[in-house]
């Protein structure tokens, strides 16, 4: 069966970076948009970036972007999420997200993962 799982969530000071990690099994992963969404609590879900299946298209929400980058390797069934600059308020559940156009991958997915937390602090 299909399987996304994130890793690279941890603590960091505001200011600080992380790289998120979605390790992707159990799909032709080429054939596959990517993106990274995120759940802050009391907050719905929200799109953080997304890339085509490619990588040569990508998308970033207005909050993130100039500060986080995603990218992929199809090779090894990856997709990253680098977050610099991190604020307090980027701390969320972080999520890999799978679908099969990249035009749709901004608002939902065919697959998800269970999620990484990144917590930002002040």
């Known amino acids: 069966q299909v399987q996304l799982v994130e890793s690279g969530g941890g603590l960091v000071q505001a200011g600080g970076s992380l790289r998120l990690s979605c390790a992707a099994s159990g799909l032709t992963f080429s054939s596959y948009a990517m993106g990274w969404f995120r759940q802050a609590p009391g907050k719905e879900r929200e799109s953080v970036a997304g890339?085509?299946?490619?990588?040569?298209?990508?998308y970033y929400s207005d909050s993130v972007k100039g500060r986080f980058t995603i990218s992929r390797d199809n090779a090894k069934n990856m997709v990253y999420l680098q977050m610099t600059s991190l604020k307090p308020e980027d701390t969320a559940v972080y999520y890999c997200?799978?679908?099969?156009?990249?035009?749709?991958?901004?608002?939902?997915?065919?697959?998800w993962g269970q999620g990484t937390q990144v917590t930002v602090s002040s």
């Open positions: 890339i085509s299946r490619g990588g040569g298209n990508t």
């Open positions: 997200a799978a679908d099969t156009l990249f035009s749709r991958i901004t608002r939902r997915g065919d697959y």
